[in-house]
């Protein structure tokens, strides 16, 4: 019977009241924001607390906001206002991309960005795309605030660096350097409702001839219990213009740092095979939108 098991509910309505909550209780707590992982957890007993702490109307927590330096968005953010947002598709499409993809508009009028990647799944649509744009999350607790590389936050499946006193309070992204791009792909096994088999962004930044590589990231999401940031992609990039065959070898150079495991969605080979696909065809894409801007 899926029936929840007994828990204290507390709904504060400011961030304080959060971090003083998380401080009394953060050991005994799950905290909920859009709830589309945490309740099914519940539910399927995968998981049981004795303490609800609903962030979902802490009203500080959500919404986006451009500054001089990029933008900054809330993680109680709901994925559908990322996905709709007109002022982000500019500078952030990948993002925007990767927001239009998880599960289903319903589920995207209720899912958070900050619940996407403190869930910590290995198949999570946005941490790719926020590794690749040099996103930072900021953590906050009643001892203070840090802040960790959108890269560095998950540990694991299911594992990332928070503690049982702290929360992620918002994603601090840069504005985008000069003549750089940033894209996002994924394949699936269908076209609708599927979590991910690969998930890939590309950030391409050029030299001011606009055709030498200065800096290419590289984040592969779904081929190992974290995203992967290719240290390969860049050593072959860097300082040269891309041409074909250079193409082919960063296919290859993905390949090989991919680490898929077989599962229902998709085997091993074919995800390796998949990384290579997405590694040419995004970075050729990302690299000629980076020519344009
Ligand atoms: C039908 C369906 C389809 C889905 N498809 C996809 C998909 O294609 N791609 C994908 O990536 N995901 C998918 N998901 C998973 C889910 O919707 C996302 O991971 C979503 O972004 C989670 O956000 P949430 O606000 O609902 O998180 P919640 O369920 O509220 O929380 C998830 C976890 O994060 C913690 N948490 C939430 N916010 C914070 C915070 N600010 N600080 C610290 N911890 C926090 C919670 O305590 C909990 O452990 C799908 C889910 C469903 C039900």
């Known amino acids: 019977m899926n029936i929840l098991s007994n828990f204290q509910y507390h709904a504060p309505k400011t961030k304080a009241e959060v971090l003083e909550l ?11 924001a859009g709830g589309t992982d945490l309740i099914i957890m519940l539910k399927e007993k995968m998981i049981e607390t004795e303490n609800i702490i609903n962030i979902g109307d802490v009203e500080e927590l959500a919404g986006i906001k451009f500054t001089d330096e990029g933008v900054e968005i809330g993680a109680c953010t709901k994925i559908a ?13 990948a993002l925007v991309h990767a927001a239009g993809e998880l599960g ?28 690749a744009l040099n996103a930072s999350v900021v953590i906050e607790s009643k001892r ?11 540990l694991g499946n299911r594992k990332n660096v928070l503690e049982k006193d702290e929360m992620l309070t918002k994603f601090v992204i840069p504005a985008p350097a000069a ?13 609708a409702m599927e979590i991910d ?3 890939m962004a590309v950030n391409v930044e050029l030299e001011a001839d606009k055709k030498t590589v200065k800096s290419v990231k590289l984040v592969m999401g779904s081929v190992s219990p974290k995203p992967i940031v290719s240290e390969a992609v860049p050593a072959l990039l860097v300082g040269k213009e891309l041409n074909e065959d250079l193409v082919e070898k960063i ?7 991919a680490k898929p495991i077989s599962d229902i969605r998709a085997s091993a080979e074919y995800r390796k095979d998949v990384v290579g696909a997405l590694a040419r065809r995004l970075t050729k894409e990302a690299y000629e939108l980076a020519m344009e801007a």
């Open 81 to 93: 206002d990322i996905e709709n947002s007109t002022e982000l598709v500019k500078d952030y499409n």
């Open 251 to 257: 296919g290859e150079a993905a390949m090989s740092e």
């Open 22 to 32: 998380l401080a009394d209780i953060g050991d005994r707590s799950k905290m909920l």
């Open 179 to 191: 003549n750089s791009a940033t894209v996002y792909g994924y394949i699936g096994l269908r076209n």
């Open 197 to 199: 088999a690969v998930n």
């Open 104 to 131: 289903s508009y319903q589920v995207r009028t209720m899912a958070t960005l900050g619940g996407n990647i403190s869930h910590s799944s290995p198949a999570g649509e946005t941490p790719t795309p926020l590794a």
């Open 144 to 154: 203070g605030t840090r802040v960790v590389k959108a890269e560095d936050f998950i």
